[in-house]
């Protein structure tokens, strides 16, 4: 794992661990790096945090000082500009934000000419630069000094691409959407009217601090709320930039990532389609979603959890749907990232060619239960290397044999140790929860504990 940037980006809270100095400087190196052959072109999104914007405009100087030309998308998605870049040719895309993140944090994510994650040995590179391990970069002199763009035309065309993507008109289709005070607001909505749906929309009114506050895919009860009081056939809750998405049936019940890659898998299966006969899921997927698959004949693949890795594996073996339970879906027939919007309506698609609904569409999966709970501690190598947590490990594991299955692993982004075990029950799940939690709090380790 690199110093600063991990599976999601370079994140942090602002002006803290992630600085306006940090972002100036990715723009310098940015900058010089992809402009020592040609004239450089970087495209940049923003979600709605009020640190957002500082780190737009350091980005922007430290680029343009540096002789690249910035494009600025303002509020987007980050599926957007991850489609931005490869479509419009530009050198790289930067996508400011922390995702499902508290809006005291934020984020600088990269992306390389082809949309995808960007390059390791890039990110390497710039690394180094952050810790002076590189040698200053030239300035850009006279008319080799870059300048900053609108380029809300691109964000524009995306919509345009989305809606393009339907197969069905969602006419007489009663659709909730939840934006979780971020990105999505300036989009979501756009599409599906324009597919003609009647929307019902909660949390699009962004203040710069209300962004994932009790609302969005991390904080699902809102949306199921809403569906139940207006009875709508189908609910869709997307995080702070927008590239997950859950879904709440007709009931008001939730629809996980596991459970969209079981309906989307099965439905390319039967047509035929599902190139490699095969989906590509994180360790984080219940058992359930593999007895399904099991029973349908799709074969799958786990990988380290983190999106990146999901499509690093889908490019590798060709595969066209991969993603995690907690909503980032990839679609690489159509994107080169997870993008919440292109998987509602790709559920949607399912609804309307199997003239059915959501709930009866997700009827073959039984999910086992699961229970995840995040534990903040202070040095999360330390933890996982300890002996006794370990041993309650492997106790754990014991005890439930083949009917569960336990995973304790670190965040990609923040200081938290996740335990997560599934088992026949909640109330076994909770309990070797408790035994491993009580062994890291004993010993030391646990600095401050959370339940998201």
């Not at 000082?65 to 987007?76: E, I, R």
């Not at 679609?331 to 959501?358: H, P, W």
């Not at 002996?387 to 670190?410: C, M, N, T, Y």
């Amino acid at each position: 794992m690199s110093k600063y940037f991990g599976t999601d980006g370079f994140r942090g809270e602002a002006n803290k661990t992630l600085t306006v100095e940090h972002a100036y400087k990715i723009g310098r190196f940015i900058g010089w790096y992809y402009g020592r052959e040609h004239h450089c072109q970087v495209v940049i999104g923003k979600d709605t945090r009020r640190s957002s914007y500082m780190f737009e405009f350091a980005l922007t100087a430290g680029l343009t000082a540096s002789g690249a030309d910035a494009y600025l998308m303002h509020v987007t998605t980050t599926p957007s500009v991850s489609y931005v870049v490869k479509t419009d040719d530009f050198d790289c895309g930067i996508m400011i934000s922390a995702s499902h993140n508290p809006f005291c944090d934020n984020g600088i994510k990269l992306f390389n000419s082809n949309g995808e994650k960007m390059d390791e040995d890039v990110i390497d590179e710039i690394e180094k630069y952050l810790d002076g391990e590189i040698s200053e970069v030239p300035l850009a002199q006279d008319r080799d000094i870059g300048r900053a763009s609108d380029y809300s035309a691109g964000r524009n065309r995306y919509i345009g691409y989305l809606i393009s993507l339907a197969m069905y008109s969602f006419k007489g289709k009663r659709i909730g959407l939840d934006c979780a005070n971020g990105s999505a607001f300036t989009i979501a909505k756009s599409v599906f009217d324009a597919l003609g749906a009647k929307t019902y929309v909660i949390n699009n009114k962004p203040d710069g601090f209300n962004i994932n506050t009790n609302c969005g895919s991390t904080h699902i009860d809102g949306l199921i709320e809403l569906v139940r009081e207006e009875q709508l056939d189908c609910g869709f809750a997307f995080d702070g930039d927008a590239d997950r998405c859950l879904a709440v049936d007709e009931n008001g019940e939730l629809v996980d990532g596991d459970k969209i890659l079981y309906i989307y898998g099965s439905y390319l299966k039967e047509r035929g389609k599902l190139d490699g006969n095969a989906v590509v899921t994180t360790v984080m997927s219940n058992l359930g979603l593999y007895k399904a698959f099991d029973e349908l004949g799709i074969s799958y693949e786990k990988t380290d959890v983190g999106d990146k890795y999901v499509y690093e594996r889908m490019s590798e073996k060709g595969y066209i749907l991969g993603g995690e339970n907690s909503g980032h879906i990839i679609f690489s027939k159509y994107e080169n990232t997870g993008d919440g919007i292109v998987t509602a309506l790709k559920i949607m698609q399912v609804i309307c060619a199997r003239k059915t609904t959501l709930a009866e569409l997700g009827k073959g999966m039984k999910l086992y239960p699961q229970v995840l709970k995040n534990v903040r501690v202070m040095d999360k190598k330390i933890v996982l290397s300890d002996a006794d947590v370990q041993a309650a490990v492997k106790s754990a594991e014991a005890s439930l044999g083949a009917d569960g299955r336990v995973l304790v692993r670190p965040s990609g982004t923040e200081p938290l140790l996740r335990i997560m075990v599934e088992a026949k029950s909640k109330e076994l799940c909770n309990k070797h929860i408790e035994d491993i939690e009580n062994v890291v709090r004993e010993k030391g380790y646990a600095a401050e504990l959370s339940t998201n």
